[in-house]
């Protein structure tokens, strides 16, 4: 039943939205199809970008994939926390991890407990939406999870135009053409966050210079 | 489901189903015809020419399907051609500010309005809502933003856009809505069918003969492709295959002369001055809706010149 309702919402509803507002068109398709663990990264303007990249997933695939949301926003309430686990799947995680003997959950600890079980992620390393069409310096997080799961691969994803269609304060959508283009699926290079995090950024910018 | 497709037009318009055999006719022709010189000549690429061939079939289908499918049908579908058209010039155009997000929601509602009139046949409201009332309307939405930086580009390129895209490709749907008149019972289909076919058929000669023989060039700076010989070559062919399908309209001999002469050049317009925004974009194609040809704006600029005069003759001439 669940995965039927993801397929009808994202495969079916959600693609006929995008390419009806967005004339949605994605390049080097394939690249976004992955067995087992992985981590999608993409650039993030808008609240479509999620939806994006899961209207591409196939439906075996979506279902196992978890999109890092920010819990204060998505789950303020017991209701939009339900919502955003039953059709979103999100993983909602706090905004920064807990000082040392604090006693709250580390959002680094549940994105790799999700990654250990066999599922995927949906991270945006920006943190928010920000500008349309200006990328802003990634977070720590993503160097650090890939740090302690070198072998799991990382996905590039960058999305252009969407930050037109439905920017940040908003709520009105404009038709705007938009193109998602994903990379191919790459393991870390380096044990160091930081370079990590580069490696990550440079990825996605190449997608940007190459468009 | 009997409602929906338009049988009358094939028992009544012998002429209509010739034209739609004739386009298909051509198409397979030019498929099979790049199919085995692919395959006699491996080495030749023909790749441009294939992906020009696949997107004309779109083209045709959506033409075709607008011709003899219902009414409704075919204003629904010629009113989504404007959206994607406005919808891939205002993405692409470096003079769309970030700003104008929400004047041109009003741009893109000005669609379904326009449509609405060319469909209840109200050739005064038609003719006068985007060219005074949507001229007067998109500037006070812009001050009433109240951003002013650069505000006078906005005004003038927004408007301009929803001419091209939407003002003038709505003349084709009123065509639809022209009723038979004595001599003439064809009908409004066959006329879009015409002005669409000569529109497209005359892009085609003019790009064929200026590849041929084309040496002097007309534009240099703004589009290089287009010479003198394609030109001249270009009309002359569109002037003689529009005299052969003059069955399709209620011109006389004289008349159907003039006016092939007359769309052959606006339609040559009509590609110069779209070029010419695009190099002024700094782009080649305007996007990808259609493989092979960028995007659909390249394929419709002439026809939303072509399609205002074609329509403004005929309605002159013969509906007035």
């Known amino acids: 039943m669940r995965r039927f309702l993801l397929w009808l919402i994202y495969r079916v509803i959600m693609r006929f ?109 920006e943190g928010s939406r920000g500008e349309p069409e200006v990328m802003q310096d990634f977070k720590w997080g993503i160097g650090l999870i890939l740090q302690a799961r070198p072998e799991i691969p990382f996905i590039p994803i960058y999305l252009k135009g969407l930050g037109k269609v439905l920017p940040k304060g908003d709520p009105v959508p404009v038709p705007h053409l938009s193109k998602i283009t994903c990379g191919k699926p790459t393991l870390p290079i380096s044990k160091d966050p930081a370079e990590i995090v580069t490696q990550v950024h440079n990825s996605i910018v190449s997608l940007k210079n190459n468009y | 489901m009997k409602d929906l497709i338009n049988y009358d037009i094939f028992e009544e318009n012998w002429e209509v189903s010739i034209v739609i055999g004739l386009i298909f006719g051509i198409l397979i022709f030019s498929s099979v015809l790049f199919f085995v010189l692919g395959k006699l000549k491996p080495k030749a690429d023909f790749s441009e020419l294939v992906m020009r061939t696949k997107s004309w079939w779109l083209m045709a289908v959506i033409f075709v399907a607008a011709t003899i499918l219902h009414p409704i049908i075919t204003f629904i579908s010629l009113g989504l051609l404007s959206f994607v058209a406005l919808r891939e010039l205002s993405s692409i155009s470096k003079n769309v500010r970030s700003a104008d997000r929400r004047t041109l929601i009003w741009c893109f509602l000005a669609i379904p309005v326009q449509y609405y009139f060319a469909y209840i046949g109200q050739y005064g409201l038609f003719l006068t809502f985007i060219p005074i009332f949507m001229f007067l309307w998109i500037p006070f939405m812009l001050v009433i933003n109240g951003d002013i930086d650069d ?28 009723p038979e ?43 290089p492709n287009k010479t003198w010989e394609g030109l001249i070559g270009g009309v002359l062919t569109t002037v003689i295959v529009g005299y052969f399908l003059k069955f399709l309209t209620p011109f006389t001999d004289t008349q ?41 704006l390249d394929r419709i600029d002439s026809l939303a010149l072509t399609g205002p005069l074609f329509f403004h003759i005929v309605y002159n001439l013969y509906y007035l």
């Open chain 1, 17 to 125: 939205l995008l390419k009806l507002f967005a004339g949605i068109s994605i390049k080097d398709k394939e690249n976004i199809i992955h067995n087992g663990a992985s981590i999608i990264v993409a650039n993030h303007n808008s609240h479509l970008d999620t939806i994006t990249i899961m209207s591409f997933i196939p439906t075996k695939q979506l279902i196992k994939t978890h999109p890092v949301a920010a819990g204060y926003y998505f789950g303020k309430t017991n209701s939009k926390k339900r919502l955003s686990n039953y059709f979103i799947n999100a993983l909602l995680i706090p905004r920064g991890r807990p000082k040392k003997g604090e006693n709250k959950p580390d959002p680094i600890e549940m994105m790799l407990e999700v990654l250990d079980r066999g599922h995927s992620l949906i991270l945006f390393p």
């Open chain 2, 256 to 296: 159907i002369i003039l006016v092939c002469f007359t769309i052959a050049i606006a339609g040559f317009i009509g590609d110069v001055v779209l070029s010419a925004v695009k190099r002024d974009i700094g782009i080649k194609d305007t996007g990808e809706s259609i493989p092979g040809h960028g995007g659909i």
């Open chain 2, 181 to 223: 008149i004595d001599g003439f019972n064809a009908g409004g289909r066959s006329l879009l069918l015409f002005i669409v076919f000569i529109t497209e058929m005359n892009d085609v000669f003019q790009f064929t003969w200026g590849k041929l023989f084309g040496k002097y060039k007309i534009l240099p700076k703004v589009s």
């Open chain 2, 151 to 178: 505000i006078g580009k906005s005004m003038s390129v927004l408007p301009t856009q929803l001419m091209l895209t939407v003002f003038g490709l709505s003349h084709l749907a009123f065509l639809v809505a022209l």
